[in-house]
């Protein structure tokens, strides 16, 4: 979709790198200059990424630290594209196995039997590999680390236009949160100095445990619900103007393109649809008093999760990722081999039991990164002063509305 747009005023990213290769690499372009850059937030926002109750032994071996090579200089943007490399910590032990030059192919290690649930048997077919293992190291969602570099690097910008945004869990398994969290509670779930599973209610948090504590001890996985709330955004990022220029479609594209994201859901989405009109919409108030938002409209609920006709209206913006349970099982499901065609077991590489906090931490760069380029379309600007100077303007255009 980037055809649309002038790709001049688009804040854009990609990622490179493998699985068990040297590095993940993440290129970030079109950023005004000027944005201060705090390099702690960036690696914690790695960090986060890494962390999660049912989480496999790999995150031990990597501490993610982020190592900026070019478009930042004395903390701040400057305007040129932003290069991220992420070390992988565990290259020492693949350099054998995954040569970049031809090497020994009796150290190469090959993912003999494709993994259902995961891209190994499609992969291997479109690309004519002999094995899933040049599949696997790409699909894998170790690719997610550099999404999350990116899109700190967009929180950052949206965090000078007042913009945040933050996640928590509600769904490992069967367990669900049965109650409304506030923001103040799911951004004190990002500020927690020990990742669990991210709830904000402990005593559901303690049943999620339950649900991975009985995956692993089955052999099996789980999935679940994370849900990310953006905050501060005003009305007007997005449009119906054109299909895809609407928001709750790039919002629902950035999300599902995460590994293991299955379904996308912006407010109540999906309760809506079971339900009447008059129980959905939410009801437009005018407040005698100015509030802490630009404009005097309220809302008193919000099953629309901030977005209605494709531009944000002002309120929160609620997005939720709905997540398979992962597709490796230390019980594995029935396979084939690739060399003989023989009934087999799947293969097994080390991996994750529950990974519904760590998707949200990704699912947040998503969001930062498709607000970010909104934002810095409508707003515009080469430099964070003159983007904040033309918000400023907007904010108290609606202001006065
Ligand atoms: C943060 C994160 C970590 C993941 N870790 C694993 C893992 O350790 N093992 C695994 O089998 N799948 C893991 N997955 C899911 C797979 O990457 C994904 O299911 C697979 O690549 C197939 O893609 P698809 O589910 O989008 O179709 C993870 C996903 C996320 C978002």
């Not at 890494?50 to 071996?61: D, L, P, S, T």
């Amino acid at each position: 979709m980037q055809g649309r747009y002038n790709l001049k005023n688009m804040i854009r990213f990609s990622t490179a790198g493998e699985s068990h290769g040297e590095a993940l690499i993440a290129l970030v372009q079109g950023m005004p200059a000027g944005v201060t850059v705090d390099l702690d937030f960036v690696n914690r926002e790695l960090w986060r990424r890494q962390q999660g109750y049912g989480r496999g032994g790999r995150m031990k071996i990597e501490t993610d630290k982020a190592h900026v090579l070019s478009g930042v200089r004395h903390g701040k943007t400057i305007g040129s594209p932003i290069a991220i490399e992420i070390v992988n910590r565990d290259w020492k032990n693949w350099e054998e196995k995954l040569p970049v030059a031809a090497g020994d192919p009796a150290k190469h290690q090959a993912v003999a039997s494709p993994r259902p649930g995961h891209a190994d048997l499609a992969g291997a077919l479109k690309y004519n590999f002999p094995d899933a293992r040049y599949v696997l190291e790409r699909a894998s969602a170790r690719e997610s680390t550099a999404r999350v570099a990116a899109g700190a690097f967009a929180k950052l910008m949206l965090r000078e236009l007042g913009m945040e945004i933050a996640s928590h869990v509600i769904r490992v398994g069967r367990v669900e949160l049965e109650r409304a969290a506030t923001w103040e509670e799911i951004r004190a779930v990002a500020e927690r100095g020990e990742i669990e599973l991210s709830c904000v209610d402990g005593e559901t948090e303690a049943r999620m445990k339950g649900e991975v504590e009985h995956a692993s001890r089955t052999g099996d996985t789980v999935g679940g619900v994370f849900e990310v709330v953006a905050h501060g955004v005003p009305a007007g990022l997005g449009t119906y103007a054109n299909w895809d220029e609407r928001l709750d479609g790039l919002l629902a594209w950035s999300v599902m393109s995460l590994q293991a994201v299955k379904a996308v859901e912006i407010g109540r989405g999906v309760t809506a649809a079971e339900s009447f009109g008059s129980a959905v919409h939410d009801a437009i108030h005018y407040a005698a008093q100015a509030t802490e938002k630009p404009t005097r409209f309220t809302r008193e609920q919000n099953n629309a999760g901030g977005v209605e006709g494709g531009i944000s209206n002002g309120e929160e913006i609620v997005v939720r990722g709905y997540l398979k349970p992962i597709s490796t099982l230390r019980r594995p499901l029935e396979s084939v081999r690739f060399d003989t065609r023989e009934a087999t077991s799947a293969s097994y590489e080390r991996s994750d039991i529950c990974v519904v906090p760590a998707a949200g931490v990704a699912a947040e760069a998503m969001v930062a990164m498709t607000l970010a380029n909104l934002a810095h379309e409508k707003f515009g600007g080469d430099s964070a002063l003159e983007m904040k100077r033309n918000f400023d303007g907007y904010i108290e255009q609606i202001r006065r509305f």
